[in-house]
């Protein structure tokens, strides 16, 4: 998967908007939640390839990144 810039930026500042997590920054969901929402289908939309691209960083050891650019964002 490819990703450009604006959907880093996206995804480093996007907030999951429900379910026990609401509010957490998507860069910070625990990977075994990624992993459920992958045995149980992500949601479709913007949210779904959100957390589907955070599984796929987060497994690569990645999100680091996403957090600096958040911070340099001042989030």
């Known amino acids: 998967m490819q ?14 908007p429900f379910g026990k997590y609401k509010d957490v920054y998507i860069t910070d969901l625990p990977e075994p939640y990624l992993v ?4 149980k289908g992500f949601p479709r939309g913007t949210l779904g390839k959100q957390l589907q691209a955070m599984l796929e960083i987060k497994v690569n050891g990645l999100e680091q990144l996403l957090r600096n650019i958040r911070e340099g964002l001042g989030e």
């Open 3 to 16: 990703y450009n810039r604006e959907f880093l930026v996206k995804l480093a500042t996007t907030r999951m």
């Open 36 to 39: 459920w929402f992958r045995q």
